[in-house]
């Protein structure tokens, strides 16, 4: 089964967005992706998540990338609407 280039990952980030924000009114987001996942990076990126450090996976020795968004950005997005489909 393919799920790339469905949009399937954006709306998932999007809706778990969503309920993170307005539902569990967290103040922020956090994720994480290996380097060579180049999808998740972008939909990162477009969501608004931030860079905030490097780091390698010791269970698996893969290199990966921290990202956060802040609950006062994040629901801002929302609920302006500006918050894109990828």
Do not use: W
Request: net charge negative.
């Amino acid at each position: 089964m393919r799920i790339g280039g469905t949009g399937l990952g954006s709306e998932a980030a999007r809706e778990v967005l969503r309920y993170a924000f307005e539902t569990l009114a967290l103040e922020q987001v956090t994720a994480e992706s290996a380097v060579r996942n180049f999808a998740s990076l972008r939909i990162l990126a477009k969501r608004g998540f931030k860079h905030i450090e490097s780091l390698i996976d010791e269970s698996h020795g893969e290199r990966c990338q921290r990202f956060a968004l802040d609950g006062e950005v994040g629901s801002s997005l929302l609920a302006s609407n500006a918050m894109p489909d990828c």
